[in-house]
């Protein structure tokens, strides 16, 4: 019989958040039109970043669609997004790429738009689970449940974490729940 710590980590399960979530991100992708696989113009392509944006926001979160006409505010969350990726000078980098062709052209920035919100808004969900899941418990369930998770997931995680008593995994364990998906991506990633 699965324990309550099996039955929660099924329900965070990559195929339950991910995966479902970069589907709606592929058909955002898809029906999103692209006129041409360059962009030249830095206000054109900043009004293609914020619309994008909009377009993904709503094919993910299933919202009604709406048409991107503040770009000041849909451009923003785009390029903090992409500053993950490209650092600092995001904006300037991915332009330089939809410019130039390079790395994908504008479609691999997009791309990497796409990827970047599916890890915020997976891992959003996955947080608000285990946040409501750890809270969920009593002390003794609280006490118990990283030594469980050790004997089950513990030859997964790094060494420095399971060493001695586990301290630091116990310490933290609802950030090692949040991971917990994320590792199994990586595990399955390998065994490609």
């Known amino acids: 019989m ?10 965070i399960d990559p195929t339950r958040n991910y995966n479902q979530i ?3 991100a592929n058909a955002g992708m ?15 392509f900043n009004k293609l970043l914020a619309r994008f944006f909009c377009h993904m926001e709503n ?3 299933h919202l009604n669609p709406t048409m991107a006409t503040d770009y000041g505010i849909h ?6 997004l992409l500053k993950k990726a490209y650092g600092d000078q995001a904006d300037k980098a991915a332009f330089e790429m939809a410019r130039t062709g390079t790395e994908g052209g504008l479609y691999g920035v997009l ?6 919100m599916v890890e915020e808004y997976a891992g959003n969900e996955i947080r608000a689970r285990v946040g409501a899941f750890w809270n969920s418990l009593s002390l003794d369930e609280k006490l118990e449940m990283p030594t469980e998770y050790i004997k089950k997931h513990g030859h997964l995680l790094p060494s420095e974490l399971t ?7 116990r310490m933290n364990f609802p950030r090692v729940l949040e991971e917990h998906p994320r590792l199994l991506m990586n595990i399955q990633r390998v065994g490609r």
Do not use: M, Y
């Open 2 to 11: 699965p324990s309550k710590l099996d039955r929660f980590l099924d329900s």
């Open 22 to 24: 970069w589907a709606e």
């Open 30 to 44: 898809n029906s999103f039109p692209i006129n041409s696989p360059t962009e030249t113009d830095w206000g054109e």
């Open 59 to 61: 094919v993910i979160l």
């Open 75 to 80: 451009g923003g969350r785009c390029r903090h």
């Open 111 to 116: 791309k990497t738009v796409a990827q970047l």
């Open 163 to 169: 060493e001695g008593s586990a301290a630091r995994l």
